[in-house]
């Protein structure tokens, strides 16, 4: 060990022990104590421009109800829920949470000034339920709306060309329909009822009705604040300064605890959690957690998921010998095929040097999903939405519509298809065939990795093809994930696979990281 290293070790003990030390005089001395732990609408997945953003993100909360489920201090929980929590797979990441709280005997109250459907089923993993006087239970079901543009292109003279491998392959439908085709809807339909019924099935166990009860609220629409506690949705009404003589009643009732329980701000034990005691003299373990998402395409710099620097940033905990494993967080549509390729051989030679999990977010579909399925594990919550193991192309020829508009377009050319990219003219048949051969040998190559990558035979990965889209439940099914869970169950999967012991200290490396420096200069400077 150099100088330098051993410098930074003990620099980083200390800095965890001062943190603990302040965090732990935050809490009582001695005697129970509830907690209070804010939610923000919605809970975002990766950190943001602010280190101390860390406690707010879905990460972040999850380890804070995590902490709340293991201190024997802490008798409850009061959430509160500043809107809609985000999609419904972060949303099943949280309700997990909570019941886990509560497995483990603790309380857990929520106030929220309105909720919807999906808020309702966070929500409804509590004891009590509040909302106040003049809130809404918004609790009217799920519709999943697509947009055709076919007719609108018509009209503007403006042609797609768009050419698809895999029958369920849907993207370029918008361009190309005027409806949805029937393959679209089937497997839409699918996706929304299975949505609906982890809703419905996860309202009607928190609230202790049946399905058809929950069904039933659900078909009756909107509901007041009085209607929704005369119902059964919520407990009662409360504005938000009558909480904590509410808490005493509720704490009373649990654990015979007189008066208003004493109210600590979550942050403390997030801190407490994620600055685990360890020795100076060796640093624990650490764990990467790389956080990827948006659109995936080639390049240096952008907005979503960009090759180059996450090929880089793979490269580089590859070689970090203090990294023991990493957990992949995806929550990508997908995009460049190239760039997916490039990725899914960056995790392969990571996964040849270290555990890799990866975590599927919202959803990792199409090359979100080709990145996942280079990890030695990947999970996936029951809701998210994942495979579409498909290729699609093409262009919009813009020739009528310049025509229309008075627009000239002209041009000189050496090579008998130069022009085939030109938004002047459609595909000739011969090109429409080449960009099909490329999209066919695209698909094969998909197909190969998912297989290799998976372990599975082609041809079970072409049964679950075709551009399919599955939840992460049916997905599952097929072989395209390994187990249902969220971001501490794919952390719970790289311990075990890294050979780190559950009670074992380690840290938590987040990337890409955020630079305090940095951020003060974009707050002030743009």
């Not at 923000?40 to 950190?47: F, I, K, S, T, Y």
């Not at 024997?72 to 959430?79: E, F, K, M, S, W």
């Not at 996936?380 to 579409?388: K, M, N």
């Not at 000739?428 to 190969?448: N, P, Q, S």
């Amino acid at each position: 060990m150099t100088p330098h290293d051993a410098a930074r070790r003990i620099g980083g003990g200390a800095a965890r022990w001062l943190r603990r030390t302040v965090a732990r005089r935050a809490l009582p001395r001695s005697g129970p104590f509830w907690v209070s732990l804010e939610l923000p609408a919605p809970v975002q997945d990766a950190p943001g421009r602010f280190p101390g953003e860390r406690a707010q993100t879905l990460f972040g909360v999850l380890q804070t109800l995590e902490a709340i489920a293991e201190e024997p201090r802490a008798h409850g929980a009061l959430i509160v829920l500043r809107g809609a929590p985000g999609g419904l797979a972060s949303a099943q990441s949280l309700r997990r949470a909570l019941d886990a709280v509560r497995a483990r005997g603790k309380a857990i109250a929520v106030w929220a000034e309105s909720l919807d459907l999906v808020s309702l089923y966070v929500a409804s993993g509590a004891d009590r339920i509040w909302i106040p006087e003049t809130g809404r239970v918004f609790a009217v079901g799920l519709r999943a709306d697509a947009f055709y543009l076919r007719d609108l292109l018509d009209r503007i003279d403006v042609r797609p060309d768009v050419v698809r491998i895999g029958t369920h392959k849907s993207a370029g439908e918008m361009f190309t329909n005027q409806r949805m085709s029937d393959e679209q809807r089937e497997q839409l339909d699918a996706i929304v009822s299975e949505h609906f019924d982890a809703l419905v099935e996860g309202i009607a166990a928190g609230r202790s009705r049946s399905a058809a009860q929950v069904r039933e609220w659900i078909d009756r629409g909107r509901y007041t604040a009085a209607d929704a506690r005369d119902a059964g949705l919520v407990d009662a009404c409360a504005y938000r300064d009558e909480i904590e003589d509410r808490l005493g009643e509720l704490a009373s009732r649990r654990a015979a605890e007189p008066g208003r329980p004493e109210l600590v701000d979550a942050r403390a034990l997030w801190v407490l959690h994620t600055n685990a005691r360890s020795s100076l003299r060796a640093a624990p373990p650490r764990i990467a957690v790389l956080f990827t998402s948006g659109a995936i395409s080639r390049g240096e710099h952008g907005r979503g998921i960009v090759s180059r620097s996450a090929e880089e940033m793979l490269a580089a905990l590859a070689q970090d010998p203090r990294v023991r494993g990493v957990v992949l967080r995806i929550d990508s549509p997908g995009g460049d095929a190239l760039a997916s390729d490039l990725l899914w051989r960056a995790v392969r030679e990571l996964r040849r040097e270290k555990p890799v999990v990866a975590s599927v977010g919202e959803i990792a579909a199409s090359g979100g999903y080709y990145i996942a399925s280079a990890a030695d594990c990947v999970i996936a919550e029951r809701s998210s939405l994942t495979g579409s193991i498909g290729v699609i192309g093409g262009k919009l020829d813009l020739s009528g519509l310049f025509a229309r508009i008075g627009v000239g377009l002209d041009g000189v050319e050496r090579g008998a298809h130069a022009g085939m990219h030109s938004a002047a003219r459609g595909f000739t048949d011969e090109e429409r065939d080449l960009v099909r051969d490329e999209m066919r040998a695209l698909y094969d190559v998909f197909v190969a990795r998912v297989a290799e990558g998976r372990g599975l035979a082609a041809a079970a990965v072409e049964r679950a093809a075709q551009g399919r889209v599955f939840t992460g439940g049916r997905a599952l099914a097929f072989g395209l994930v390994d187990a249902l869970g969220g971001p501490l169950e794919a952390l719970a999967e790289v311990r075990r696979r890294a050979g780190l012991r559950r009670a074992e200290p380690v840290l938590l490396d987040l990337h890409p990281r955020v630079s305090a420096l940095r951020a003060l200069s974009r707050r002030f400077l743009g």
